[in-house]
């Protein structure tokens, strides 16, 4: 299989301006070097199918939480039993297994499209909470991992501080906070970028991190010009309990410690008030929205639509991985306004292919991502559009009808990493199923 081809042509393509017909893209360096429309094929140039889309940005992941799907569903449950779940598998991992989780988390992320992730990543210490000999050797291999899979890796390095409001870390939570603020900022500044790994900071919840602390975070962020990523109003719990402790709402709390701003952006937004909107709105922060999640976990529909219109720009993630079709994210922002508003059309496909990816790589600190344009990196998506999904549908529709399984080639900084719907690793699917299994089976061996 040919990895690496200079030169691309395709009957349609994404246009920062829309659709255009008959388009040679040209890298150089793995990033756009020409864009050249109206011109036919020439000798040399590497075809790709249906209409290239630029490379989707998954804006909010936890890779290991791919071990969760299908796991989750006895008995029915609420977020917070889906927690425990989750913190029984967050308890057992090494290093070696969150490496092969990751890597095959990743490239299923691939063959959906995804050219980068934001990795919100507080997996940081060894079990019980003690740091290894090399503090950030979980990061490590998220980045490893990423570097394997081919795509890039925004590091949002989580200070976890608190198991709630007032209350001590414990159990497997130990794994994910550092002593204190001052340990965290260490513990990132030791972490260093290269062409895989952007590194980015997170406050995990209003919950995690005391207010005082989430102050010092966002001014950690603004010094070393990071992005912020902070979980927002998932959980009504959550809204509440913050209200009692603080007397705000989590929007105003993050207000107030200085941690709202363009370079920020809050997860799920599900549970915000009017007030809560324009606040966001008028600070300009980025919001990320992870449909099926919100779906899967019962916590309710955000208002896209609103923030957007607030001033909030939007992208979305995979989160938990119920499903990793970013595609299909995208869409159901839109789905979930037409169930919330009895109407049809609030986003256009234009406004979710941008939240898809222009969107989405500006939240992950890369305002030239997510464009078919000069200057912005060669990631390019070739959807099909002949499947039993797409087969008719409009070109310039096709993000409201087309999923994951219709991708069929994926360039990820001009190098070809999924063609004919083929990752370069081979078989994602028997990556996942060995990963998986390696990771629940140490979680069994503990108990």
Known sequence: MSTSRPTFWAARAWLPDGLAHDVRITTRSGRIAAVDVGVPAAAGDRHL?????????????????????????????TFWTWRDRMYALAATLTPDTYLDLARAAYAEMVLAGVTAVGEFHY??????????????????????????????????????????????LDGPQRRFGDADVDAWAAR?????????????????????????????????????GRPLHVHLSEQRAENDECLAAYGTTPARTLADAGALGPSTTVVHAVHVSPADVALLGAAAVGACLC?????????????GAALRAAGCRLSVGSDQHVRTDLLSEARDVE??????????GVLDPSSLVDLLTS???????????????????????????????????????????????????VVVGGTVRVDGGWHVLGDVGALLTRAIAAAWRESEEAR
């Open 49 to 77: 199918p249906g209409v290239v889309l630029p490379g989707f940005a998954n804006a909010h992941s936890h890779a290991f939480h791919r071990a969760l799907r299908g796991r989750t569903h006895s008995d029915g449950g």
């Open 359 to 409: 969107g989405g790589h500006a939240a992950l600190g890369d305002p030239t991502g997510g464009r078919l344009a000069v200057g912005a990196p060669a990631d390019l998506v070739a959807v099909r559009t002949d499947t039993p999904r797409t087969a008719g549908a409009d070109p310039a529709q096709l993000v409201l009808v087309a999923g994951s399984a219709d991708v069929d080639t």
């Open 335 to 344: 789905l979930h306004e037409r169930v919330a508003r009895e109407s049809r």
């Open 188 to 224: 990132v500044d030791a972490l260093r970028p290269d062409d895989t790994l952007t590194v980015g900071t997170a406050v995990h919840s209003v919950r995690a991190v005391p207010r005082d602390a989430i102050a010092a975070v966002a001014a950690h962020a603004r010094r070393s």
């Open 291 to 303: 449909p099926s999640t919100e779906r899967d976990l019962g916590d309710g529909l955000a208002p």
């Open 123 to 168: 997996l940081h210490h060894a079990p019980g909470g003690t740091p290894y000999d090399d503090p950030n050797v979980m990061a490590e291999a998220l980045r490893t991992a990423a570097r394997e899979a081919g795509l890039r890796v925004t590091l949002l390095d989580t200070a976890y501080l608190t198991g709630g409001f007032g209350r001590p």
